[in-house]
């Protein structure tokens, strides 16, 4: 069975797809063995269709969750028409739905070749887009994008564009292998960007 949505630490979270255009060196879609601390198997055989998704989470009591976060084993974002054709969905069906969060690389302007940032007011309270480097060499090295270069700058476009849509935008970083001295270049890149930095820690798997 396939897990479209699953609960971790009172939130629910959402899985719509495996495909990214990144193989971050800490990702768990690569480290050879599927499973994740979040849910037994986030693999998807097939991605679910709009319809799927939707029964999987019409099911669910969101008086429980105090978050709807859209996340998974790869990039929500390469489905952002089904993620807000879904996000339309459950606001106008669940009366208490909580507030609804993307986790991203920032790459779906780049990916879908539209800025889509105007899309999300009035349906995405928060975006977190990971940030993972404080220059474009780290970033790269870090994330190895098939776009290069390319993809850290549309990952900054992204985040300031979406700061006139999305109440939160924050950008986050894992602590593990960041210097001081790099940890203050990405405060210094999310307080030009005008977003909120958040540093978490490294998570073992
Ligand atoms: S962007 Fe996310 S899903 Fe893609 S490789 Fe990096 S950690 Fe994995």
Not at 105 to 123: F, M, Q, S, W, Y
Request: net charge negative.
């Amino acid at each position: 069975m396939e897990t479209i949505s699953y609960e971790y630490e009172g939130a629910l979270y959402v899985n719509l797809t495996n495909r990214c255009d990144c193989r971050c060196v800490f990702c768990l879609r690569h480290n050879g063995h599927k499973g994740s601390i979040y849910a037994d198997d986030l693999w998807l055989d097939h991605e679910p269709s709009r319809q799927e998704a939707l029964d999987d989470l019409l099911a669910r009591d969101y008086s429980q969750y105090r978050e709807l976060v859209f996340c998974g084993f790869g990039e929500p974002m390469y489905r952002t028409d089904d993620l807000l054709w879904l996000v339309d969905w459950l606001k106008e069906q669940v009366p208490n739905l909580p507030p609804v969060r993307i986790n991203t690389n920032g790459h779906a302007n780049l990916i879908l070749g539209r800025d889509v940032t105007p899309e999300l007011k009035g349906r995405i309270d928060t975006i977190s887009i990971s940030l993972n480097g404080s220059t474009a060499e780290e970033y790269c090295a870090v994330t190895k994008p098939k776009d290069g270069v390319k993809a850290w700058e549309a990952m900054l476009d992204f985040a300031k564009k979406a700061r006139d849509y999305v109440p939160h935008v924050v950008m986050t970083i894992v602590d593990k292998d960041k210097t001081p001295e790099e940890i203050e270049r990405c405060r210094k890149i999310t307080q030009e960007l005008g977003v909120t930095l958040r540093i978490r820690a490294y998570i073992e798997d």
